[in-house]
């Protein structure tokens, strides 16, 4: 009898075990529901917003640097100082939320070119001074867009009276700025007020004119005024790219001039030749183009891409 | 009459046994099959989480390789080794329409999440942990692999 007493609440004893198995393989199941609730909670992006945000405002930046040319340095090694200053301060705002970034520059593809003449005394002609005449000089070939072009310092007032050749009738100077179907020319010439005091006359071919005293008779092509003069219509209501820019009689005309085209001029041989960056008239280098390499990297992102930029932004 | 003493106890006895072993087998079927229940329905809304994180993912790199620029788009996504207490195997492939589908299978379940990506995919079968989904512009693909 006493085996049998030592035995009995046996079956009791496993159900309660059954059943504190079950509880637990319960608990263990709920524990995955809840990971598979939170995990299916969880945000789900990979910052692909900040990645495509931070390209354009790289873009924008790069964009808004061009076209970039400086009078007397290599504009491609400044442009890329320029951009890398950028790049740092983005980094350092970046860097808080742990995504790394980064812009570069690629050094080749930066098209442009920027044709001065600072000699005043010197007539417009090309470097090896012809282009005189009905001829002229072609200064530029294929250009899609000229963001600066400004003729100055013309020497009304000089007392050795040299533009008597600026004052003739006949062959007066003329930038003709032509595309395929259009044509759109400036004749800059010498007149005299009612005072008979000397001024400076800019007409184009639709009729409109300024006539403004030498001394603030700066011609801003691009803009279509002649110092305080705003009635010139610019050249670009008349004419698209690409188009050729070329002087006529530029014997005709003394001062100067700075104008910047997206073409590098050096390569075409139809462009007139041109100095060494000592004697005008000369080119330099400008960056028209960029191309932008983005990099964005946070802890489950890696984005990477390459930008062709112009001034107007993005080129694709 | 002495042979019949008794009788009655160990007839009840072995009634309440009987009737105690019953009830707890039953309990322990019960149990058990509750269990089983639980565990594959948490098995299966484990799988379909997992199963969208990855089509998310997928969707957001074939997204990004769009934005006209990309030459290199990678996303790392961490799935868990088990789901529900389970291992489990990803494939991405199409359904019988052409569709996009991620195809989840563990144990006797199976089931599928659809995604629209207009990258060309490379996907090799994928378990659980690191897994890549990548794109290149050289190869114009999304390729997906475990890491």
């Known amino acids: 009898m006493a085996d049998v007493s030592d035995d009995r609440g046996q079956l009791l004893l496993v159900a309660g075990l059954v059943i504190a198995i079950t509880f637990v393989l319960l608990v263990l199941v709920l524990n995955t529901v809840i990971y598979t609730e939170n995990l299916g909670t969880r945000s789900s992006d990979v910052g692909g917003d900040d990645a495509v945000a931070y390209e354009r405002a790289a873009v924008d930046h790069v964009a808004a640097l061009l076209p970039y040319h400086l009078p007397e340095m290599d504009a491609e090694t400044a442009f890329a100082e320029e951009v890398e200053e950028w790049v740092r301060w983005s980094q350092r705002h970046t860097l808080i939320h742990t995504n790394l970034v980064d812009v570069t520059v690629a050094e080749e593809d930066m098209t442009g070119t920027r044709i001065r003449h600072i000699d005043s005394s010197r007539a417009f002609t090309d470097a090896d001074g012809e282009g005189g005449g009905e001829e002229g000089w072609t200064l530029a070939t294929d250009v899609e867009h000229t963001p600066q072009f400004r003729i100055w310092e013309l020497p009304v007032e000089n007392e050795t009276n040299i533009l008597d050749v600026f004052a003739v009738e006949t062959g007066r100077f003329r930038v003709v700025i032509a595309d395929e179907d259009d044509e759109w020319w400036l004749e800059i010439y010498e007149g005299e007020d009612a005072d008979g005091n000397p001024i400076v006359i800019a007409k184009t071919n639709s009729g409109n004119r300024c006539e403004v005293e030498s001394s603030s008779s700066t011609i801003d092509l691009v803009a279509g005024t002649v110092g305080n003069c705003e009635e010139i219509d610019p050249f670009t209501e008349t004419v698209d790219g690409p188009y050729t820019i070329r002087y006529e009689n530029a014997d005709n005309i003394e001062g100067q001039y700075d104008l910047l085209v997206d073409v590098d001029v050096e390569e075409n041989a139809q462009n007139g030749p041109y100095n060494d960056p000592t004697v005008s008239p000369y080119t330099t280098s400008a960056v028209y183009y960029a191309t932008a390499g983005v990099t964005y990297e946070n802890d489950r992102l890696t984005y990477e891409s390459t930008v062709d930029v112009s001034p107007e932004g993005r080129r694709d | ?147």
């Open chain 2, 1 to 147: 009459m002495t042979d019949d003493r008794a009788v009655a106890s160990t007839l009840s006895y072995a009634l309440t046994l009987s009737i105690t072993t019953i009830l707890l087998v039953s309990v322990f079927a019960g149990a058990g099959s509750l269990v089983d229940g639980q565990q594959d329905r948490a098995i299966e809304s484990g799988l379909t989480v997992q199963g969208e994180r990855l089509a998310a993912d997928l969707m957001t790199v074939d997204q990004l390789s769009r934005t006209g620029s990309a030459e290199h788009v990678e996303v790392r996504i961490d799935l868990p080794a088990h789901v529900g207490g389970e291992g489990y195997r990803i494939g991405i492939t199409e359904d019988g329409e052409g569709n996009d589908i991620i195809e989840l299978t563990s144990g006797g379940i199976e089931l599928s999440v659809d995604f629209i990506v207009e990258r060309a995919l490379e996907a090799e079968r994928l378990n659980g942990g690191t897994v890549t989904i990548k794109f290149d512009d050289e190869t114009g693909t999304i390729e997906v692999r475990n890491d």
